[in-house]
C-alpha cells in the first residue's frame, strides 16, 4: 500500500492511499478514542457509511448527515454538527472523522479543531478533489461574502484513502478533482502537467488515476510541509483560486463546482502571467484540454468590478491590494501583486476572450 507521512507542527500524520481501506478503518486509528462521530453527507451516506460503520463495531460510533455540496460549509451546519457532538457525549479523547468529499471534510474538520477546542480528527476522502482538501489541514467553513472566511489549520490523525469509492462518482467530480491535479502539475512538475494534458478524462484506468493522486498528494504535501500556515511557499497552491473563489461566491455556492472554477481561475492566471512576465505559456493546451473534456467554460455576464471587489476578500490580500499567484513557466510559480486598475483590464479581457468561446 501506498502510505505517505505528512510532517505538520503538532504530529506527523500518515495518508494510506489503497482499495478498499474503508472496511478496516479500525486497523488504520493511531490511537484509542472514547467515541466516534462519522460525519459524512447524504450521497456519501448512501454509498459508503454502512461498510465504514462495520469496520468500526468495536467503537462506539455516531453519525451524522449533512446535506451533499457547498451549502454545507455553513455556520448552521457547523453549528448543527457540535449539537450532535454534545449529544452524542464526545469528549476530548473522541474521534470526529469525516468521510465524503471537500465539503464534509472542510465543515466537520472545522467543528473537530473547535468542538471543546479540538478532538481527534481523521479524513476519508471519497473524490479526487479530496486528495487536495485531506492533506494539509486546512478547514473551514464559508461566509455569505466569502469563501473559507471562517476557518483554521487543523492536520488531521490521519488520511485513509478508499480510492475504490471514487468509483461512483459523476463525471463532473472527476471533472472537478482534475482541476487540482492540473494546478499541483502547473506549480511543481512540468512533465506531470504534459502527461495531465494528454489523458482523456473518459479514458482514465485505475491505475492511471491512482498514479495521478499520488503525485499530487506528494506535491501537496511537500509545500505544506515547508510551510504549513501560509506565510510564504503556501500561498502557491492557490493557483487559480484568486478569481475560482470569488466566482463560487458570486455564482451561488454550489451552482458550479470548485475545481470548475478552479479551472477558469488557472486560465485567467496564465493571462495574467503572460502579461506581467513577458512570457508564453500552455494557455491554449490547457483550455483545449478543458474544453475537450466537457469543463464548462462559459461564464454568464458579470461586471469586472463586482468580481473584482470579490477577490479583495480574498485570504492572501495585502492592504487592500489583490496578490495572486502567477507563473513565470510551468513548474515556477510566483507571489505578485496586481494592481486593481491592472485587475480590471485583465478582466475584461479575459472575460471578452471566453465568452468568444477563444477559438
Ligand atoms: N481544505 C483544503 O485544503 C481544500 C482544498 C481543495 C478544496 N477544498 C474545498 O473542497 C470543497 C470541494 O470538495 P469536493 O469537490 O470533494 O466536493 P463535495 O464534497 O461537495 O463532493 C462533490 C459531490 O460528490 C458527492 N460525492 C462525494 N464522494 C462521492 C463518491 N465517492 N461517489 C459519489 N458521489 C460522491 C458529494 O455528495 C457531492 O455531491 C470546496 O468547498 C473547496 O473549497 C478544500
Ligand atoms: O491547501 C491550500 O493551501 C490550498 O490553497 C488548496 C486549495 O485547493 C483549497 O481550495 C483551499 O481551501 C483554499 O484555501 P483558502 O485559504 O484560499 O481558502
Ligand atoms: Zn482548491
Redesign the pocket.
Known amino acids: 500500500m501506498d502510505v505517505l507521512k505528512v510532517q505538520a507542527s503538532a504530529k506527523t500524520y500518515p495518508v494510506y492511499v489503497e482499495e478498499n481501506l474503508r472496511h478496516h478503518v479500525s486497523r488504520f486509528l493511531p490511537s484509542e478514542y472514547t467515541a466516534i462521530l462519522i460525519i459524512t453527507?447524504?450521497?456519501?451516506s448512501n454509498?459508503?457509511l454502512e461498510d465504514v460503520k462495520q469496520g468500526l463495531s468495536d467503537h462506539r460510533v455516531y453519525t451524522h448527515i449533512i446535506p451533499?455540496?457547498?451549502k454545507?460549509?455553513s455556520i448552521d451546519i457547523f453549528y448543527e454538527i457540535h449539537t450532535k457532538a454534545i449529544t452524542c457525549g464526545l469528549d476530548r479523547q473522541s474521534l470526529i472523522i469525516a468521510l465524503?468529499?471537500?465539503?464534509?471534510?472542510?465543515a466537520a474538520?472545522f467543528a473537530a479543531a473547535t468542538f471543546m477546542r479540538g478532538v481527534g480528527f481523521i479524513q476519508m476522502?471519497?473524490?479526487?478533489?479530496?486528495h487536495?482538501?485531506?492533506?494539509?489541514g486546512?478547514?473551514?467553513i464559508?461566509h455569505e461574502q466569502g469563501?473559507?472566511l471562517i476557518g483554521s489549520f487543523y492536520p488531521p490523525d490521519a488520511v485513509i484513502y478508499d480510492i475504490q469509492?471514487?468509483?461512483?462518482?459523476?463525471k463532473q467530480?472527476v471533472r472537478?478533482?482534475y482541476a487540482?491535479l492540473v494546478k499541483e502539475a502547473l506549480l511543481a512538475d512540468a512533465n506531470f502537467f504534459q502527461e495531465l494534458m494528454s489523458q482523456r478524462l473518459s479514458s482514465l484506468t485505475n491505475r492511471q488515476l491512482a498514479e495521478h493522486l499520488t503525485k499530487g498528494i506528494r506535491i501537496k504535501s511537500t509545500i505544506v510541509e515547508q510551510d504549513e500556515r501560509e506565510s510564504s511557499v503556501r500561498k502557491f497552491?492557490n493557483l487559480g483560486h484568486t478569481l475560482g473563489?470569488a466566482l463560487?461566491a458570486m455564482l451561488g455556492y454550489?451552482k458550479w463546482?470548485?475545481?470548475e472554477l478552479v479551472g477558469i481561475g488557472l486560465l485567467f492566471a496564465m493571462r495574467v502571467s503572460e502579461k506581467e512576465y513577458a512570457t508564453v505559456l500552455p494557455f491554449e493546451k490547457l483550455y483545449t484540454w478543458l474544453k475537450d473534456n466537457g469543463y464548462p467554460l462559459k461564464l454568464p455576464v458579470l461586471d469586472p468590478h463586482d468580481i473584482l471587489a470579490k477577490m479583495k476578500l480574498d485570504k492572501k490580500a495585502f492592504n487592500a491590494a489583490v496578490q495572486m499567484v502567477l507563473l513565470k513557466d510551468a513548474g515556477q510559480p510566483e507571489m505578485a501583486e496586481v494592481s486593481d486598475a491592472e485587475l480590471l483590464d485583465f478582466l475584461e479581457s479575459f472575460l471578452e476572450e471566453l465568452a468568444q468561446d477563444y477559438h
Do not use: R
Not at 453527507?41 to 456519501?44: P, T
Open positions: 453527507d447524504e450521497h456519501v454509498c459508503y451533499a455540496g457547498e454545507a460549509k465524503g468529499g471537500g465539503v464534509v471534510g472542510d474538520g476522502p471519497t473524490t479526487i478533489l479530496a487536495d482538501s485531506s492533506v494539509g486546512k478547514v473551514a464559508n469563501k473559507n469509492t471514487l468509483h461512483t462518482l459523476s467530480e472537478s478533482g487540482e497552491l473563489h463560487e454550489g463546482t470548485h475545481g
